[in-house]
Every structure is written in structure tokens, then in C-alpha cells.
């Protein structure tokens, strides 16, 4: 193999990079297993280092698999398994930016290997399809194969952990020659999301964030929550807040104030949607206001022998929420933006302002102003039918009808987080999320949340259908 160049001051003026390829028993990162390992590190400190290695998946490799990367279960029979090869691994890997082309892939497998050896493995990860995406935009195609030939790059055992771990690597070169190596740095800086730490959190406080799903509070002054935020990947979510490059005005303000961050895993982004709803409310961080709780939210109701819609306040009747008996409409933010909403709803479809609550007539028969201007149908004095009015009335107040809860009690919804073996079940009842076995206050936001994830997955909640 000829002489590897290091990567450009530049690049390196980053840190260390650890560009690696894996040759794999298929495609799927939590099933699957790997076969091979290349690595090779470039460092200021060293010149470029190369570490490789077969390992014995512990499972037959599929014939085409074989076929693709010519290794064989004869090849890997006596090679040693991931568990042996972990700690020389880590030692490859630890202080380095993962490098890879279509590193989620590399990532994944790497990731799981270590989750099947019992121990956890994260790492800023630099994906070189998203840098050739990033500095050739107007390319026809990003993969390994389009790459090698759109820059001539010279490739020796293609399908194999080194040869396409070389592979991806001169292309980074090529890259520096045909822009510069500034130009690239920028591109991987800003692909890495590389933070630029508050000055007021100590050199480690990112180091031990999660890939997993879950919720991140920043704390400020006097240890009071001034910002709660949900990510699918709470490390690269939480690094993205203090990326140079992509730093909003409000990014820059917390960065000033934060003092302290903490992160709580959940299984998935559901269940880091729910707790983040339920910390914003309970907190009230001072730079979260759409989530705030809303302590006035209600619903207008419908009684069966009365068309005037009454107010009904969500913590008054929490416990019959979704009941099929009772009419409900909304739910509303308040009782002003209820009356807004009917006023406008009534002057849509032409409703009576008596009936609607808005007026009441002084003597039997008496007009309601909409009638006399032509916008009622007359139920105010006779000239259209009790029923009639009111099945307008549903009609025009369908768009906002609460659904009845779909179970008989409570239900459980399932959340899985296979890479980082972690179940969730979280419970709600009649609209409401429940924590000890108690209901919380009914939340809009909440209810909007369940009603969308019972529409896309019904078969991961469990509890008895009520009708």
C-alpha cells in the first residue's frame, strides 16, 4: 500500500479525524453484524495511521454479501469477535471525528456493536456525502462509485473496509486541491455543528451528551430553567445551539445566560414531545412561551335540549372528558377566543344570534339582529324549524368536534429505543397524559399530539376499544 498523506493543516487545526469503513452481513444495523474494520487516523500529533481487521460476525454472511465484498465465512471462521476487538476499537476511535461516506450507516453498526458488548459509544460524526453534496452542489450523484469516477480518484479493493476507507479519503484530499483546505475546513466545521462553548459551562459539559431521543434544559442565573427544548438526537441538537455557523439571535442570548444543562432520555421523539409539553408548563422557562400552559383552555358544549352553547372550563369536568354523551367543540385557548370563533361561525353559516347565546329576545317572536339584516334563517320567529337551526348548528361546529376517547379506560402507548435499549409505556386517560398513575391537567397541546399519533400508529396503544 503506498504512502497515506496527512489531511491538511486546516482539517487538522479541528482535531483528529477517524475515517472508517465497515463490510457488513447485510444492511440493518440493529440485525446485522459486521465482518471487517478499516481505520485510518489522521492527527497533528502523528502521521496518518492505519488499523485493520476481520471479525467473526457469530452468523453466516449471505451469499451475495460474500459475493459483493468477497469475504467469506472461511475468511472470518478464526477471526476474533467485536467483544475482543472493542477496547483496540475505542482506542482508534476515542478523540476523533468519525468520518465516513454515508456515515449513518458506519455509525449505526459501529454503535450497536458496542450496545451488544454492554457499553455505550458516541461520537461526532462527519459524513463525507454531505461534504461532497456541500462543495459539488450541482453534481450528479454522491455515492462512493459517482465520486471515485467523477475524480478519477485511483481505488483498490472496492467493497473492501480499507480500500473504501482509502477511497473516501482522497477524495477529502481532492477535495482541498480543487477549493482549498480553508474552504473544506469551513464545510466540515459547519457539517460537525462544532460548538463554541458558553463561557460559562466547564470544557466537558457536551461531552457526555446522548444520541438518544429526549429532552434538554438549560439553566441560567440562580439555577432557574430558561430554555426546554425535545430532540430526536439530543447531541447534535443541543451542539447545534452553540454551532458558530448556524447560531440564531436567540441561540446567542442563551449561550450568554446558560450556567448548567441536564437531558433526560426518552425512547422516542413521542415521548420527548409529552415530556417537554408537561416540563415547559410545570417550569414556565423563560424563553419558552408556546408551550406554556394555558390555564383558561376549555371547550363550548352542546346540551341535548338547548341549542345556546354553554362554556365549559377543561379543569372543570376534566373527568368527563370524551364521554360520547356530551357535545363538546374545541378545545379553545380561552373564553374569549370561543366567543370569537362562534361569532364568526355564526355569521358564516347564518346562524341565529339567539339561539346562539349572543342576544336574547324581549318579547316571544322578536328578531335577532342577523335576522334583520338577512344573515338568520329565521328561528327567532318561527320561520325555520327548532331542528333544523340545530343541525346547521352541528354542521357549522363539526370542524372543532372533541372525539370521544377510544377506550373503555386507560391505554398504554409502547415507545422503543432498539440502539439504546430503552422501553417506554406512557399512560393516558380520557385525553390526558397520566404520571404515577394520576391524570395531569387537561393540555391542548398534549391532546393535539395523541390525536395525530393514534391516527398514524393505533397498534401501539393497548387498552380496551369502547366502541
Not at 467473526?56 to 475482543?84: H, K
Not at 455557523?245 to 446558560?258: A, C, F, G, K, Y
Not at 354542521?395 to 376517547?405: I, Q, T, V
Amino acid at each position: 500500500m503506498r504512502e497515506i498523506a496527512n489531511l491538511p493543516d486546516a482539517l487538522l487545526a479541528l482535531g483528529d479525524f477517524a475515517f472508517i469503513d465497515v463490510e457488513t452481513t447485510g444492511t440493518k444495523p440493529l440485525e446485522d453484524r459486521l465482518t471487517e474494520v478499516a481505520i485510518i487516523r489522521f492527527s497533528r500529533a502523528h502521521p496518518p495511521r492505519v488499523w485493520q481487521s476481520l471479525v467473526n460476525p457469530g452468523v453466516p454472511i449471505p451469499s451475495e454479501i460474500q459475493a459483493l465484498t468477497g469475504i467469506t465465512n472461511r475468511m472470518v471462521r478464526d477471526a476474533p469477535t467485536f467483544f475482543d476487538l472493542r477496547d483496540e476499537l475505542r482506542g482508534q476511535l476515542e478523540g476523533a471525528y468519525f468520518v465516513a461516506h454515508n456515515a449513518r450507516f458506519d455509525y449505526g453498526f459501529i454503535k450497536n456493536e458496542f450496545r451488544r458488548a454492554g457499553e455505550p459509544f458516541t461520537s461526532d460524526v462527519l459524513c463525507t456525502v454531505r461534504l461532497s453534496r456541500k462543495l459539488y452542489p450541482g453534481a450528479s450523484g454522491h455515492g462512493l462509485d459517482a465520486i471515485v469516477a467523477r475524480h478519477r480518484l485511483q481505488i483498490e479493493n472496492r467493497h473492501r473496509a480499507l480500500g473504501d476507507t482509502l477511497a473516501t479519503a482522497q477524495f477529502v484530499h481532492h477535495a482541498c486541491s480543487e477549493h482549498s483546505e480553508q474552504s473544506v475546513a469551513a464545510a466540515a466545521r459547519a457539517l460537525l455543528k462544532m460548538p463554541s462553548l458558553p463561557a460559562h459551562l466547564p470544557p466537558d459539559a457536551l461531552d457526555a451528551l446522548p444520541d438518544s431521543p429526549g429532552v434538554y434544559l438549560f439553566y441560567g442565573i440562580n439555577d432557574l430553567p430558561i430554555y426546554i427544548g425535545k430532540a430526536k438526537a439530543l447531541r447534535e441538537r443541543v451542539r447545534a445551539h452553540f454551532s458558530s455557523d448556524h447560531m440564531s439571535p436567540n441561540d446567542v442570548r442563551l449561550s450568554q445566560e446558560l450556567r448548567r444543562i441536564e437531558w433526560m432520555p426518552t425512547a422516542g421523539e413521542f415521548g420527548a414531545l409529552l415530556l417537554e409539553s408537561q416540563l415547559v408548563k410545570e417550569k414556565l422557562p423563560l424563553h419558552n412561551v408556546a408551550l406554556r400552559r394555558k390555564e383558561k383552555i376549555g371547550f363550548l358544549v352542546l346540551d341535548e335540549a338547548s341549542d345556546v352553547p354553554r362554556w365549559m372550563s377543561a379543569s372543570e369536568e376534566v373527568q368527563t372528558l370524551g364521554a360520547p354523551s356530551v357535545l363538546r367543540f374545541g378545545p379553545f385557548t380561552d373564553k374569549a377566543s370561543a366567543r370569537k370563533w362562534l361569532m364568526y361561525a355564526g355569521k358564516e353559516h347564518e346562524l341565529c344570534d339567539h339561539a346562539l347565546g349572543f342576544s336574547s329576545p324581549r318579547i316571544q317572536g322578536e328578531r335577532c339582529f342577523s335576522r334583520q339584516v338577512g344573515r338568520c334563517h329565521g328561528v327567532c320567529e318561527g320561520a325555520e324549524g327548532g331542528a333544523d337551526h340545530r343541525a346547521r348548528v352541528l354542521d357549522a361546529f363539526g370542524a372543532l368536534a372533541f372525539p370521544p376517547w377510544p377506550f373503555e379506560g386507560r391505554a398504554i402507548y409502547e415507545e422503543r429505543d432498539v440502539a439504546n435499549d430503552r422501553v417506554d409505556l406512557l399512560e393516558f386517560d380520557r385525553w390526558c397524559a397520566l404520571t404515577g398513575g394520576e391524570p395531569l391537567p387537561f393540555d391542548g397541546d398534549v391532546y393535539r399530539l395523541l390525536v395525530r399519533t393514534l391516527a398514524r400508529y393505533p397498534d401501539r396503544f393497548s387498552g380496551t376499544a369502547a366502541f
